[in-house]
C-alpha cells in the first residue's frame, strides 16, 4: 500500500497516491492554521512587548501579511493541481499503470471466486460468467449481421438485376409520400446519381470490351504487376508493424525517463495510424491504373483497404504472443508455468499478459480517435478556408480543390472500430463503452467537416448499395475478429497470476475448460442441449430460421 500525503487548502484534504507524492514537498501547507514556526514567531513578540522592544513600524500591516499567506497558499495549490491533472491524463493515455489497470477495465482484475448465495446455494461462477458473456455478444452479433445483410441484399440486388432497371427507376423509384419540397428535392438528386451511374458504368464497360487484344494483354499485365505491388505493401506494412511492437517491448523494460517510455509505448500505434493514413492513398492511386468499373474500383479499393486495417491488429497480437507467451524463459524465477507472478516489483515486466494486450487494443483505439480528430482540425479545415480564399488566385490550390466527401473510407472507419470491439472485447470487457464514445466524438466531427469542408464525390456511386456493401464488410471484421478470439479462448493456457481463470497449474488447461466443466454438472438434459449447440449440426437449422 503506498503512503499517502494529506495537503490541508481551505479546509478540504486532497490524498495523493504513487509517485505524486515524490513531487511534492514534504511539508504540509496548512491555510489559515497556525505552524510551529508561527508559534515561535508569537512567543517572540510577547516577549518583545514585555521588554518594551518591539518596533511596530518594522513590521508589515496584518492585511500585507494576510495577502502574502494567501498568495503562497494560491501557488501552491496551483502547482499541486497541475500535478493532479498532468498525471490522471497521463494515466488515462497510457491506460497501463496506476488506477486504471487495477480497475475492471481489463481482464486480469477479474477474479477465479464461486460466489454461493446464502442458504439458496445459488452460485455466481466469474469465469464461466466471463466466456458466456463474450459468447453471447458475439452470437447476437453474428445474427444481427446475417440478418441486415440478407435484408439489404434483397433490396440492393432486386432492382439491379431487372432487365427493365431503368424503367423501374424513372417510373417506380418515386416516393409519392413526399409533401415537402426539400424532401423531394432530395429525393430527385439521389435518383440522378443513381442514373447517371448506371449510366456511366455501363459505357465504361463499352470501352473496355472495344479495346484490341495487345491493348487488353497490356492492361492484364499492368494489373499483375499492380496486385504484386499491392502484396509487397500489406506485408511491409504489417512488418513495420511489428518491428515497432518488439521495440515497444524491448524498450520497456529498459530505465528510460517518463517521457521516452511515453513515447515508445505508442510508437506501434502511431506507425499503425500512419499507415491507415498513407497507403490506402496509394491504393487509390494504383486502382486508377487498372481501369475497372468505378463500382469495381471501389469495392477493390475497400477490399484492400480493410485488409490493412484488419490485419494490423492481428498482426500487433502475433508479435505480443510470440514475445510474451511463447519466447519466455521457463527458468526465471519471476515466472510461474507460462506466466509471470505478480510478486516481482519489476515495472517492466509483463506480470498479465491478457491485461497487456488489452492496454493495446485500449491505447489504438485512444490513438485512432486522436488521429481523426486531428486530421480534420488541422488538415480539412484549413484546406476549406484556403480553398475559399485563394482558388482564384493560385492554380495549385484550385488544381487541389476542396476535401471530397469519401464514402467508402468512411464506411472502412466504422467497421474498424467495430472490429477493435470485437477484438478486444476479451481482454477488455468495458471496451464497447469506449467504442461508443469514440463512434460518438467520429461521428459527430466527422458531420460538422461534411457540412462544411466537403463537397459530394465528382463520380457517383449507387447509394442503394451502400447498406449492403458495409453489411459485407462488416461480416469480414466479424470473421476477422472471431477466429483470433476462438483461437485464444480454445489453444493458450491462461495466465496463472491473474483473471478469472488464474492458479490453474494444468498444463492442459484451457479458457474454455471452465465453461465445459460448469457443463459436466448438469442434468442429463440441459447437458445435451448444450453440446449439442458446440455440433455442426446446429448449424444448419440457425441459418434456416435467419432466411
Known sequence: MPKRVTLLLEDKDFELEGDIRKKLPSVRLRRMQTSLSMKDKKRELRRSLRKGTYDVRKQKPFWERYEDLKNRNRLSFRNVTGILKSSTLERVQQGTKGWMERRLLFYGVYQNKTYNAGTHRAVYNMGVAYLSAIFLTFTISFILIIKNSVKNFK?????????????????????????EKKSAKSRKNILYLDLAADLEEINRIKRLKSRPWSEKIELYLMRLVINILIIILLMGSLSLIGFATERMIHYDDQPLSESARFFYQYVPFLTMS??????????????????????????????????????????????????????????????????????????????????????????????????????????????????????????????????????????????????????????????PIITFVHCLIVFYIKKLTLFHNCRPQSEPYKASRSNSLFMKVLLVSYIFAVFPIGYTIGNIQPSQSCGPFRVYSDKNYRFYTALLDYARSWSDVPRMVFFFFGTGLFIIPLFILLR
Open 155 to 179: 433490396a440492393s440486388h432486386g432492382v439491379e438485376k431487372s432487365v427493365a432497371k431503368f424503367a423501374n427507376k424513372v417510373f417506380g423509384g418515386w416516393d409519392y409520400c413526399i409533401k
Open 274 to 431: 500512419m499507415l491507415n493514413l498513407v497507403v490506402p492513398k496509394v491504393f487509390q492511386r494504383l486502382v486508377e491504373f487498372e481501369e475497372y468499373t468505378h463500382e469495381f474500383e471501389i469495392k477493390l479499393n475497400l477490399v484492400r483497404s480493410i485488409l490493412l486495417r484488419l490485419a494490423s491488429p492481428i498482426a500487433l497480437i502475433a508479435i505480443l504472443y510470440v514475445q510474451l507467451v511463447e519466447g519466455i524463459d521457463t527458468d526465471d524465477r519471476t515466472r510461474c508455468g507460462n506466466k509471470r507472478w505478480k510478486e516481482d516489483q519489476n515495472s517492466g515486466i509483463v506480470k498479465c499478459w491478457e491485461t497487456y494486450v488489452g492496454q493495446q487494443i485500449y491505447k489504438l483505439i485512444i490513438v485512432d480517435t486522436f488521429a481523426v480528430v486531428f486530421i480534420i482540425i488541422f488538415w480539412h479545415f484549413p484546406r476549406s478556408h484556403i480553398n475559399r480564399k485563394y482558388r482564384d488566385k493560385s492554380a495549385v490550390v484550385k488544381a487541389l480543390g476542396p476535401q471530397e466527401f469519401n464514402l467508402p473510407k468512411s464506411v472502412v472507419d466504422i467497421v474498424y472500430a467495430q472490429h477493435l470491439c470485437w477484438f478486444g472485447m476479451f481482454f477488455c470487457p468495458l471496451i
